[in-house]
């Protein structure tokens, strides 16, 4: 473990006093980093845990819904509890007298990580400018996009590379009002910022300098375009960033370039995931590929299952705030709470049959609970519907293909946040 990452780690893991220690191994001595396994309760280098991380939580539900680690996280894969935390506001990302995962500078930080009212104010004018007209306006341009890159492809193919990875950044892209010569740049920025949403003990010192020159070279571009944007507005979400305003209220340029990160990163490689996991789920099950084939109205509904089963983003941490009481047991302020929504989204007490994918569960007339690939309360996900929008185009014209997997093994990404592949190798054919 890199000696860089150690202050993080303890500033969000102290040392839980004596009478509330747990059952597991004893905190390292102070002058060793904690192993991850210590710090999460699982280990995500696991190769098994990448290939299929839900038998791993299943064992750690298995000691209880709450439950602190050997260094004094407490973890949860409730969903009860999940959507408890994700909805109380004594629980956010700004403890009075704690950590997070890394410190970033406060002039850098989205409303992804602030609380109210920083988070309300911000959230309030972004939404302005990021309205569902314009999400459902984009419906014809991706239409157009996915036949386009999937025209283009036969034979063997690495679906990622062919259509998961280019439609949202495309779509990402143009929505900002970024040049078509300049998208490849977005490529290696949004790579090494999916990576460092992971907790700074995850990642070696190179990956963390990488992270860091990604976010600058960003800014430093979209600073750039912003300052043509107000001279020169056009009709793109950039210029509409630059322009909003509530009651003489507007986003300073650091607000800007912060929501334009977090577009970049929550707009695109989310869906990036959405698409490729949601794939691979329905390929894996030939009977249900058969039966969304000949219900291609129902696919918003399969995308939802799709979401549940294998969601793009795996986790969620919150503070608490002040001391909160936690299905009974005493959460003091300060405190960090992980949250496992992918866990939470195949919670027995919640899901019928939760480990098989239903891919009509979602469907009209069928009341099944909501899941939690999203998000929940004030932070849930303000690029939801363009997330189902591009999910639902790209995967009902994908399977209007004949389409089979590739035998072997396959591949996942290092990321522990995010969750997909690094490949998806299939035979593609036109549709006949």
């Not at 990021?130 to 036969?154: K, N, Y």
Request: proline letters at 9%; one cysteine or more.
């Amino acid at each position: 473990m890199e000696e860089a990452a150690r202050p993080a780690v303890r500033a969000a893991t102290d040392t839980p006093p004596p009478e509330a220690a747990p059952e597991a191994a004893p905190p390292a001595a102070p002058e060793a980093a904690p192993e991850a396994a210590a710090i999460l309760g699982f280990d995500p280098s696991d190769p098994a845990f990448r290939a299929d991380p839900y038998p791993h939580y299943r064992a750690l539900a298995a000691g209880g819904r709450l439950r602190r680690t050997a260094v004094g996280l407490w973890v949860t894969t409730s969903y009860e509890l999940c959507e408890r935390v994700l909805r109380d506001p004594r629980f956010g990302h700004r403890p009075q007298n704690g950590g997070l995962w890394r410190e970033a500078p406060v002039r850098r930080r989205s409303f992804l990580t602030l609380d109210p009212p920083d988070h309300t104010r911000l959230r309030r004018l972004v939404s302005k400018a990021f309205t569902p007209r314009l999400v459902e306006r984009l419906r014809p341009r991706i239409e157009a996009l996915v036949d386009e890159l999937l025209g283009g492809a036969s034979g063997e193919t690495d679906l990622i590379a062919a259509l998961a990875y280019p439609l949202p950044v495309i779509v990402i892209s143009e929505m900002l009002g970024v040049p078509a010569r300049d998208r490849d740049l977005f490529r290696g920025w949004s790579d090494s910022l999916a990576r460092g949403l992971d907790p700074d003990f995850l990642l070696p010192d190179a990956e963390i300098t990488r992270r860091d020159e990604a976010r600058a070279e960003f800014a430093a571009y979209f600073r750039e375009l912003a300052a043509l944007r107000r001279a020169e507005p056009r009709d793109d979400l950039l210029s509409a960033l630059v322009g909003v305003s509530d009651g003489g209220d507007v986003l300073t340029e650091e607000e800007l370039l912060a929501t334009c990160v977090l577009l970049l990163v929550a707009g695109h490689e989310t869906t990036v995931n959405l698409i490729g996991n949601g794939a691979l789920a329905l390929l894996r099950a030939p009977e249900h590929l058969a039966a969304v084939r000949s219900r291609p109205e129902a696919v918003p509904a399969v995308v939802e299952e799709l979401l549940r089963y294998d969601p793009p983003v795996q986790l969620t941490l919150r503070a608490a705030l002040e001391d909160v009481e936690l299905d009974g047991t005493l959460i003091e302020a300060g405190r960090l709470v992980l949250l496992l929504t992918g866990a939470a989204n195949r919670d027995p007490a919640v899901f019928a049959d939760p480990d098989r994918l239903d891919p009509f569960r979602y469907a009209e007339g069928r009341d099944a609970p909501r899941h939690l690939a999203f998000g929940h309360g004030i932070h849930f996900c303000l690029g939801a519907p363009l997330a189902r929008l591009e999910g639902e185009i790209a995967l009902r014209k994908l399977f209007e293909r004949d389409v089979a997997l590739v035998p072997g093994e396959l591949a996942y990404r290092d990321n522990l946040v995010l969750r997909g592949l690094r490949a998806l190798p299939v035979t593609l054919r036109p549709p006949a």
